[in-house]
């Protein structure tokens, strides 16, 4: 057939194209193959030990036992649906979890969780924690995920921030014989100006150099919890900028949601997960790094699962204390669970922990979450590759391609948290072979070479 153009004539423009497409796809590699972990346990430096994951999920385990010891206690608690025993499947996979893996991630805090103390102090503590770490890691006692936190890069704190982060990796590779942790993250709070960003990047790169580690192997994640954080002086959008001046190292973006509200002068019996501002955050934050592979993480709920009274010395707590312990556990957990729910359902798999009571309910709220979606989204995506990727409509939802990976991630999701069984997650069709390819590209192509 005759055509005009010749590929001659389009090279300068195809090649121009070429360019441009790679570039897209270096800087928007879509969502990341690597699993990510439902909260983050902050807690103080001065207080981590190797077996601290094991005794928050004791302890969590506990406030479950006293407040919520089956699935209708559960469910009066957190208003659970109880029909075709959703709260028990709830319960027991809670009760699982925390007997099995009570922390997903946990990070050694310098900063907010810390305070101010001084620098020997801080020195003693920094050394301590990494080898608490380092015993962990021996004992296999640790998280799967862990990191610590230094104090933000301002003037002021540079210095100190600096020396503690030398110190926990120094310290740590000594003890340790040189390995990290899996999946070890520094965070930097309070980030407003790619600068500093780039400065604990430099700092990264020389801990790794000078301890022979490959480089990369030192990961950082970046808070965002002022306006400054957003834009830029001009009002220009800069916090994609923050991230690309981690010079690759950026993984995860957490909101800090009280400091944020602080800073647009919202009044302090008003500063909650669920105020407008911290939606508005969640939303620009979406939009400035969707598709970039950066992971994100709500804050955290700050009301305490506590009852007012305590027990003293062998002296019983009376019923009418008992109660109203478990009236105010269930009024906090209440709170918790709503923001858990309102960050699922806004696209934020992952939050803040501050107490091992909170355990309980940020499970009971992701595992209610995906249990929830479990039979349409089954349905949906045993459709959706028995067709091989052509785009099918089952009910009225209609689904595409990059459906299909969002439906295999809801499955993945689910089951690295343990909301989801393997049996739960094969009725889709799948095998676990092709679940944990982690790709419904790969999926769809291994079965369309199966077939010819």
Known sequence: MKTTLTPEASAASRE??????????????????????????????HLFRAGTARKMGDLALAALRDHAADGSQ????????????????????VVDKLQREPVEDF???FEDGYGHRPDSEEDAHAVAAATEVARGLEQGSLPPFIGIRVKSFTEELYARASRTLDLFVTTLLEQSGGRLPPSFVVTLPKVTVPEQVTALAKLLSELESA?????????????????????DARGRPHLRSLVEAGEGRCSHVHLGVYDYTAALDVSAHMQHMLHPA?????????????????????????????????????????PTQLRENTDAVHRAWQ????????????????????????????????YAFFLEGLEPASQRLKAFVDKAAQATLLGDVFDDAATGQGLLNFFLRGLACGALTEEEARATGLTLEEL????????????ADASR
Not at 75 to 80: R, V, Y
Not at 215 to 220: E, I
Not at 335 to 364: F, K
Not at 436 to 447: C, L, N, P
């Open 16 to 45: 121009a194209l070429r360019r441009a497409n790679v570039a897209f796809a270096h800087a928007y590699p879509g969502e990341s193959s690597r699993r990510q972990p439902v909260h983050t346990v902050y807690g103080g430096a």
């Open 74 to 93: 559960l469910a009066h608690g957190l208003g659970l649906p109880q029909r075709g025993g959703f709260a028990q499947r709830v319960h027991d996979r």
């Open 107 to 109: 990070r050694i805090d």
């Open 211 to 231: 301890h022979h580690l490959p480089p990369g192997a030192l990961s950082l994640e970046l808070m965002v919890e002022t306006p400054q954080a957003l834009f």
């Open 278 to 318: 911290c939606d508005y955050l969640r939303d620009t934050v979406q939009v400035l790094l969707a598709g970039s592979g950066v992971r994100l993480s709500d804050g955290a709920t700050n009301v305490m699962p506590v009852g007012p009274h305590r027990k003293q010395g062998d002296t019983a707590l009376l």
């Open 335 to 366: 709170v918790a669970y709503r923001h858990t729910r309102h960050s699922l359902e806004r696209g934020y798999y992952q939050g803040w922990d501050l107490h091992p009571a909170q355990l309980p309910v940020r499970y009971a709220a992701v």
């Open 436 to 447: 944990r390819s982690r790709s419904f590209r790969a999926i769809v192509q291994g079965r």
